[in-house]
């Protein structure tokens, strides 16, 4: 693996780790969600002059997601408030993948191995 691609992924990591760390300490409000994508949005704008726009094609799913985004904040921001972060956090990180590979199917037409 490239070094500049480990490097990156361990960057993600402790972003990741540091925002839901940072919505877990403020107490799952949703004003420290928002502060998180605010944040997250403020990166984003800064790599906007190295990478092209999307395609307007695009726009429909950027939407969706979007939307699915808002929803996963909403849901985050509750299981911190609610919950110890050792319940919430693999929760929250793992029922998406979860949850994608079983609508696949239907949604996508995709046929998953039961290694899958």
């Known amino acids: 693996m490239p070094t500049e691609a480990l490097l990156a992924v361990l960057a993600g ?4 780790a540091g925002w839901n760390t940072a919505l877990k300490a403020g107490g799952g409000s949703a004003s420290d969600a928002v502060l998180v994508v605010a944040g997250s949005a403020f990166i984003a704008l800064l790599l906007l002059p190295v990478v092209p726009a999307p395609s307007l094609a695009s726009a429909p799913y ?3 997601t979007a939307v699915l985004h808002v929803g996963y904040y909403r849901l985050l921001t509750a299981a911190y408030r609610d919950g110890a972060m050792s319940h919430a956090y693999p929760l929250m ?8 590979a079983l609508c696949s199917g239907a949604l996508l037409g995709e ?3 039961a290694v899958a």
Request: aromatic share 0%; charged share 10%.
């Open 13 to 16: 990591a402790l972003l990741h």
């Open 93 to 100: 990180r793992g029922a998406p993948p979860l949850i994608l």
């Open 111 to 113: 046929d998953l191995s």
């Open 62 to 64: 950027l939407g969706v």
